[in-house]
């Protein structure tokens, strides 16, 4: 249980064009979700906190206009990387927590969405 | 806002000894340490964590401790094979930040046949 998938798992787009990035949990139902981006040889850096129905939070440096969060629905949560550009290239992952539990629960990461703008 | 230290950086073992690896975070408030363990391209699969009323846990190979004064925890692997080969990364929680972790920079773990 407790699988989390993402969607396209790796994707090329030229410079100037917006990618949508898909996070499903998919036996179970999440009212968090979280948006990492990982360069290369680097750590997981967050980038916003996704909850159902409600604006995302964005971490401090992170363009909420670029980076544009949409969770729909409690099982589905979007990244939409507007505009993008080379140095937008990276390895994005969420992660996600099932209803009803606290954070105490291990959050379930998704496979990671590679992105490459050329 | 909270940081996380981890250190080293990279670390090589012959196989069948133990690796240690330490991290350090700033804000006391945080309650909730887990590791991770990042294989090449893929997801970050939990390992072990820790709370902050536990001061040591253990998991067959895989030991964490956790000294919420000096606010260093570490994770402790015995009997290195390599398929504990891999980058491992430890974060930490805040209870009242809705559960967003903060990933120190993780240790790229190398063990030796």
């Known amino acids: 249980g407790a699988v989390v998938s993402q969607h396209p798992s790796r994707v090329i787009c030229k410079s100037g064009t917006s990618v949508k990035i898909e996070c499903r949990s998919l036996?179970?139902?999440?009212?968090?979700m979280f948006w990492y981006r990982q360069f290369p040889k680097q750590s997981l850096m967050l980038m916003a906190t996704?909850?159902?129905?409600?604006?995302?939070?964005?971490e401090q440096g992170v363009e909420k206009d670029k980076f544009l969060i949409n969770h729909a629905s409690l099982t589905l949560s979007t990244l939409t990387v507007t505009s993008a550009h080379p140095e937008d290239s990276s390895f994005y992952i969420c992660?996600?927590?099932?209803?009803?539990?606290?954070?105490?629960?291990?959050?379930?990461f998704g496979p990671g969405t590679r992105l490459l703008v050329l | 806002g909270e940081n996380v230290e981890q250190h080293p950086s990279t670390l090589s073992v012959q196989e069948g000894d133990s690796a240690v690896i330490k991290c350090t975070y700033s804000?006391?408030?945080?309650?909730?340490f887990p590791w991770y363990k990042q294989e090449l391209g893929k997801r970050p699969q939990l390992i072990i964590d820790?709370?902050?009323?536990?001061g040591e846990k253990k998991d067959q190979r895989i030991a964490v401790t956790l000294n919420k004064t000096a606010k260093h925890f570490s994770l402790h692997i015995t009997e290195t094979q390599p398929e504990d080969s891999a980058v491992y990364f430890c974060?930490?929680?805040?209870?009242?930040?809705?559960?967003?972790?903060?990933f120190g920079q993780g240790t790229e773990l190398s063990v030796k046949p």
């Open positions: 992660s996600a927590s099932p209803l009803g539990t606290s954070h105490w629960e291990a959050q379930y």
């Open positions: 036996d179970f139902q999440a009212t968090t």
């Open positions: 996704s909850n159902e129905g409600s604006k995302a939070t964005y």
């Open positions: 804000d006391s408030a945080s309650n909730y």
């Open positions: 820790i709370r902050s009323n536990v």
């Open positions: 974060a930490a929680s805040i209870d009242n930040q809705g559960g967003k972790l903060i």
